[in-house]
């Protein structure tokens, strides 16, 4: 297993469970680790908020409430204005927090009870309420602390993880901090990572507290965090390649009035190398499809006669779920099946799936949900799925054999073994159209030769990297999927 902890992610509990051991391992006191933690944690808020001076610390009763009292410390001792609010004041700490508040309270700091004028003058809040352990909704006096410090216009630094995400799943256990940055240690949460938990932890900061080489040695991670740096692309072209060399991909959909998806779709492949890019659509959509982009080739008729050319399939996009849908929708997944024809598979196809009882593998497939059609394809409801990202994921991979991508803020990628999360990506890609870009780019490097969950691994974040750049030139509002095309046309070129 590789030695660098910031691409994995892991458990609350294998950190809880491994964390006492590899220290000890390290030659290193758990008291020792709680300080390396304060200070990773103080460091970080003067790196991001350096002109800060009146801090409020905010404590609850566990070992986070000892971080915070560290944090304290070093920013009094550093001259600033430091406020100590406890959760819960009249409850006595225990074990190494207790250390750090007896230091604290040592150093001439004090400790105050709630008032929300504190938090009104605050430059900085450090939230040091609530530890990885919460799994049940948060409970007073916890509630007003977090709403009040949410409502302040001072930035938050989280300690660990933002109180009142759940670290395993992401999920919002009733109310959360909403952090400006995050610090996390020994090993990064896979809740920080996807979902709400990703958008209450704002910048992620790592800090292994020196003792990677023994944790790693004890946990085996449960997800590996890949971005468009770390992603493996295509390799070089052949000098004497040509066009039927990077694949001959098919796109299926485009009903009566949503030619545009199709086309989204078949143009996006085109620009992620594929080498012949065919749409069947419906044949009112023809003309939609092919004016302006001649290159691609565009058939309603002799559906059969398309799959038998094709190297790759992508289906779904502007699909329908009408007869002709239903039709279409049939004959491809039969063909694609017989034959192991590799899909990908998006949007109404995967609404179609979920209404068909016959369609139960598709072992040479990815199929990419967002959380509605996974929630329609696991019959439950779309906060079920996000709830639980990575088991929504995890059971639709094994419920349909299949790769699965389930989009959302830190896309989660999944097969039989593995488990990948995208840590690029921003709010830019949340419009109409950008799950259509997906599925052609998937589909295209499918088509190139690349395995199935490379493609989708490759593809997501080929995808989230041209979002964040579109959004850093233009801003997050306003951004068209086809905005996507030239930046993605770059980017797999190594530009």
């Given at each position: 297993?590789?030695?660098?902890?910031?691409?994995?992610?892991?458990?609350?509990?294998?950190?809880?469970?491994?964390?006492?051991?590899?220290?000890?391992?390290?030659?290193?006191?758990?008291?020792?680790?709680?300080?390396?933690?304060?200070?990773?944690?103080?460091?970080?808020?003067?790196?991001?908020?350096?002109?800060?001076?009146?801090?409020?610390?905010?404590?609850?009763?566990?070992?986070?409430?000892?971080?915070?009292?560290?944090?304290?410390?070093?920013a009094?001792q550093?001259?600033?204005?430091?406020?100590?609010?406890?959760?819960?004041?009249?409850?006595?700490?225990t074990?190494?927090?207790?250390?750090?508040?007896?230091?604290?309270?040592?150093a001439?700091?004090?400790i105050?009870?709630?008032?929300?004028?504190i938090?009104?003058?605050a430059?900085?809040?450090?939230?040091?309420?609530?530890?990885?352990?919460?799994?049940?909704?948060?409970?007073?006096?916890?509630?007003?602390?977090?709403?009040?410090?949410?409502?302040?216009?001072?930035?938050?630094?989280?300690?660990?993880?933002?109180?009142?995400?759940?670290?395993?799943?992401?999920?919002?256990?009733?109310?959360?901090?909403?952090?400006?940055?995050?610090?996390?240690?020994?090993g990064?949460?896979?809740?920080?990572?996807?979902?709400?938990?990703?958008?209450?932890?704002?910048?992620?900061e790592?800090?292994?507290?020196?003792?990677?080489?023994?944790?790693?040695?004890?946990?085996?991670?449960?997800?590996?965090?890949?971005?468009y740096?770390?992603?493996?692309?295509?390799?070089?072209?052949?000098?004497?390649?040509?066009k039927?060399?990077?694949?001959?991909?098919?796109?299926?959909?485009?009903?009566?009035?949503?030619?545009?998806?199709?086309?989204?779709?078949?143009?996006?492949?085109?620009?992620?190398?594929?080498?012949?890019?065919?749409?069947?659509?419906?044949?009112?959509?023809?003309?939609?499809?092919?004016?302006?982009r001649?290159?691609?080739?565009?058939?309603?008729?002799?559906?059969?006669?398309?799959?038998?050319?094709?190297?790759?399939?992508?289906?779904g996009?502007?699909?329908?779920?009408?007869?002709?849908?239903?039709?279409?929708?049939?004959?491809?997944?039969?063909?694609?099946?017989?034959?192991?024809?590799?899909?990908?598979?998006?949007?109404?196809?995967?609404n179609?799936?979920?209404?068909?009882s016959?369609?139960?593998s598709?072992k040479?497939?990815?199929?990419?949900?967002?959380?509605?059609?996974?929630?329609?394809?696991?019959?439950?409801?779309?906060?079920?799925?996000?709830?639980?990202?990575?088991?929504?994921?995890?059971?639709?991979?094994?419920?349909?054999?299949?790769?699965?991508?389930?989009?959302?803020?830190?896309?989660?990628?999944?097969?039989?073994?593995n488990?990948?999360?995208?840590?690029?990506?921003?709010?830019?890609?949340?419009?109409?159209?950008?799950?259509?870009?997906?599925?052609?780019i998937?589909?295209?490097?499918?088509?190139?030769g690349?395995?199935t969950?490379?493609a989708?691994?490759?593809?997501?974040?080929?995808?989230?990297?041209?979002?964040?750049?579109a959004a850093?030139?233009?801003?997050?509002?306003?951004?068209?999927?086809?905005?996507?095309?030239?930046?993605?046309?770059?980017?797999?070129?190594?530009?």
């Amino acid at each position: 297993m590789s030695a660098n902890l910031s691409q994995h992610v892991f458990c609350a509990e294998q950190v809880r469970t491994h964390e006492p051991a590899a220290a000890a391992q390290s030659g290193v006191a758990m008291y020792t680790l709680m300080e390396r933690a304060g200070k990773g944690v103080f460091d970080q808020t003067i790196k991001h908020f350096p002109k800060a001076q009146n801090y409020v610390v905010l404590v609850g009763v566990g070992n986070n409430a000892g971080d915070g009292y560290i944090v304290a410390k070093l920013a009094k001792q550093a001259g600033k204005q430091v406020i100590v609010i406890a959760a819960a004041p009249d409850k006595p700490l225990t074990g190494d927090a207790l250390t750090a508040q007896k230091a604290w309270l040592a150093a001439g700091g004090d400790i105050t009870a709630f008032h929300q004028q504190i938090i009104d003058n605050a430059d900085i809040i450090i939230d040091g309420l609530l530890g990885t352990g919460i799994n049940s909704g948060v409970r007073a006096p916890f509630v007003e602390l977090i709403e009040a410090a949410n409502n302040s216009a001072a930035p938050i630094v989280a300690i660990d993880l933002p109180s009142g995400i759940n670290a395993d799943t992401g999920a919002v256990q009733g109310v959360a901090i909403e952090a400006d940055v995050t610090v996390t240690f020994v090993g990064i949460k896979q809740g920080l990572v996807t979902g709400a938990g990703r958008a209450c932890a704002g910048i992620g900061e790592f800090d292994d507290l020196s003792i990677s080489d023994a944790f790693t040695q004890l946990a085996t991670p449960t997800a590996k965090l890949i971005s468009y740096q770390t992603s493996q692309g295509l390799g070089k072209r052949n000098n004497n390649s040509h066009k039927g060399s990077h694949g001959k991909l098919l796109c299926v959909g485009g009903n009566k009035g949503t030619a545009g998806a199709i086309r989204l779709t078949g143009e996006a492949a085109l620009r992620s190398g594929a080498g012949m890019v065919k749409v069947y659509t419906h044949l009112e959509s023809v003309l939609a499809v092919s004016i302006g982009r001649p290159e691609l080739m565009v058939t309603a008729t002799d559906l059969t006669s398309a799959l038998e050319w094709a190297s790759c399939v992508a289906i779904g996009p502007g699909l329908g779920q009408d007869t002709w849908s239903t039709t279409t929708f049939e004959t491809v997944m039969q063909y694609c099946c017989a034959h192991n024809k590799p899909l990908v598979i998006d949007a109404d196809a995967l609404n179609l799936i979920a209404q068909s009882s016959s369609v139960n593998s598709l072992k040479n497939a990815v199929i990419t949900p967002h959380p509605g059609e996974a929630a329609r394809l696991l019959s439950c409801s779309v906060s079920d799925v996000e709830a639980n990202r990575y088991h929504s994921a995890a059971q639709l991979t094994q419920n349909y054999g299949t790769c699965c991508v389930l989009k959302g803020a830190g896309s989660i990628i999944t097969n039989s073994t593995n488990t990948w999360v995208c840590t690029d990506g921003n709010p830019a890609l949340a419009v109409g159209g950008s799950g259509d870009v997906l599925t052609g780019i998937i589909a295209a490097l499918i088509g190139q030769g690349l395995t199935t969950e490379h493609a989708a691994c490759y593809g997501v974040t080929l995808h989230a990297k041209a979002g964040d750049i579109a959004a850093q030139r233009d801003g997050e509002k306003g951004m068209l999927p086809s905005d996507l095309f030239a930046i993605i046309r770059q980017l797999i070129n190594g530009k």
